[in-house]
């Protein structure tokens, strides 16, 4: 059990306990959080779950492979360094993931 | 004991039209019974309907659901109605790693972000044509002057079509729509044309590119990889034909579920720009049910085969069975969503399946979501006191039912 701490534009926050192998998009689909669409269902083809990744929790995670690298630069939001797309992050047993929801995904 | 305040919903699957009320009641009742139905298909046999929303994620997630067999012809696509041979050459049918390479390289070139930037030609365009309307005065139909002239131009816009040949390419184009209601030779003999203007125009582009989607495809490079004028001019079409029937009805449909829901309208005109993204989730998910008709309950996507047995929510499917998703069933699938059978343009929570899925999800709907929410957003913010001044004519000879006229007066 992680937990994943989603922070939308408006400084609203919702807490997710989630599923250990399952990504922080698909936690944030089946729980209704707003603001990440995930259409492409996690195959790295629509750009909808983008988010920005807190800073110190980077280095948790393996750097973007050129296909999210290449997808990132697709989301309607502009990228910023930390920014990933949620369908690529997947929970792990005893670490918690803080992203912020960008304004727009479409 | 549990109270029953109504008889219980019958829950056989398909059923004929009955009231939208009614069909929601069956609807949910269904999906709180079981996640498919296996039923006997007009052409190709048998498969499995999915009702429930989270069963038809589940299925368009996973890669075991292919469609090659269909693609290679090696199965008829169990379907309402014959598969037109052309549609099987298209993006839709193709599994990856082939697909992967054909979405990713379209998907770049019509991606939310470039979208974002085709928003301010598009509110430009259709307040040209809200000027022309008042210009020509009311009444209107709304249709013509706008439902199908905004898709058409944002489409060549996209493409790349030079403004000189866009009544070519607008003609052309709109032989495909169901509201023309043309014989098949025509459509036909108009496609033919289309086909060669696109490929000439794709030698252009690949010698001289713009800033266009064409040019993209033209020039694309997957690694070492380049798309074909054979995969180029498909995925053209399928954007055409998919792309802007489709967003015409929908704005159609929009517009007149909300003038059969003044409450919705009144809901929507206090803040348009705020209201408008969920008003159009909203329009995708459920304004077919909202312009009078009575829903029946069939109707499905493109179907897929199981490469493996697999479980999807406790019901197996065998390797070899086909499946689909009826949207009709998911997107009003109380288990998903509360009051499925509301209209309500706030709906914050909107899991619909209008646009699909998955790896196969609608390339378009960037587009179309921008599309529709612009056509919503000027038309009322432009003419708050529209209202409907007529009866409106539907084609129901057409698959899609489209709506061919709507009089408007403000
Ligand atoms: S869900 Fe589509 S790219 Fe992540």
């Known amino acids: ?106 | 004991m549990t109270t029953i305040d109504q008889p219980l919903a019958d829950t056989a699957y398909p059923f004929l039209p009955v009231e939208p009320s009614e069909a929601a009641r069956r609807y949910a009742a269904i999906c709180a019974d079981r996640p498919m139905t296996k039923m006997t298909m007009p052409i190709g046999g048998d498969a499995w309907i999915i009702h429930r929303n989270s069963t038809a994620r589940a299925m368009l997630g996973d890669p075991r659901f292919v469609r090659e067999p269909f693609r290679t012809g090696e199965r008829t696509v169990p379907y309402f109605m014959e598969f037109p041979e052309f549609l099987k050459s298209t993006i839709q049918f193709e599994d990856p790693p082939h697909h992967t390479k054909l979405r990713r390289l379209v998907q770049k070139s019509i991606s939310p972000k470039r979208v974002r930037g085709m928003r301010d030609s598009a509110v430009k365009f259709a307040n040209e044509l809200i000027d022309e309307m008042v210009a020509k005065g009311s009444p209107s139909n709304l249709v013509e002057d706008y439902s199908i002239a905004l898709p058409i131009q944002m489409l060549a816009n996209l493409l790349g079509v030079p403004p000189e040949d866009r009544p070519k390419f607008e003609s052309w184009s709109a032989s495909t729509l169901s509201v023309a209601n043309m014989a098949p030779e025509q459509i036909a003999a108009n496609m033919g044309e289309l086909v060669q203007y696109m490929t000439a125009l794709i030698e252009e582009r690949r010698r001289e590119p713009r800033e266009d989607l064409l040019s993209d495809l033209a020039n694309a490079r997957d690694k070492d990889d380049t798309l074909t004028d054979a995969e180029i001019i498909p995925i053209a079409l399928i954007l055409i034909i998919g792309g802007f029937d489709n967003t015409a009805n929908f704005i159609g449909q929009g517009v007149l579920s909300l003038f059969n829901n003044q409450d919705q309208l009144a809901v929507l005109l206090e803040d348009v720009d705020t209201v408008a993204p969920t008003a159009v989730e909203e329009i995708l998910r459920h304004a077919a049910w909202e312009i009078g008709n009575p829903v029946a309950g069939m109707g499905a996507l493109v179907p897929f085969v199981a490469t493996e047995d697999v479980d999807l929510e406790g019901q197996l499917v065998a390797k070899g069975e086909a499946i689909m998703i009826d949207p009709n069933g998911a997107n009003h699938d109380a288990i998903a969503m509360a009051e499925p059978a509301t209209f309500d343009v706030r709906r914050a929570d909107n899991p619909h399946l209008t646009l699909s899925f998955g790896l196969h999800h609608c390339l378009g709907a960037p587009l179309a979501r921008m599309e529709l929410q612009v056509a919503i957003t000027e038309l009322f913010r432009r003419l708050p006191g529209l209202r409907q001044d007529g009866p409106v004519v539907i084609n129901y000879d057409n698959l899609t039912q489209p709506i061919t006229s709507l009089p408007v007066a403000w």
């Open chain 1, 1 to 106: 059990m992680s937990k994943v701490f989603y922070l939308q534009p408006d400084g609203v926050e919702k807490v997710i306990e989630g599923t250990d192998g399952e990504s922080v998009m698909t936690t944030a689909v089946k729980n209704g959080v707003r603001g990440i669409v995930g259409q492409c269902g996690g195959a790295l083809s629509c750009a909808t779950c983008h988010v920005f990744l807190a800073e110190d929790e980077l280095d948790n995670f393996s750097a973007p492979s050129e296909d999210e690298d290449d997808m990132l630069d697709c989301a309607a939001t502009d990228r910023e360094p930390n920014s990933r797309l949620s369908c690529q992050l997947l929970l792990r047993e005893g670490s918690d993931i803080h992203v912020t929801i960008p304004s727009s995904q479409l």
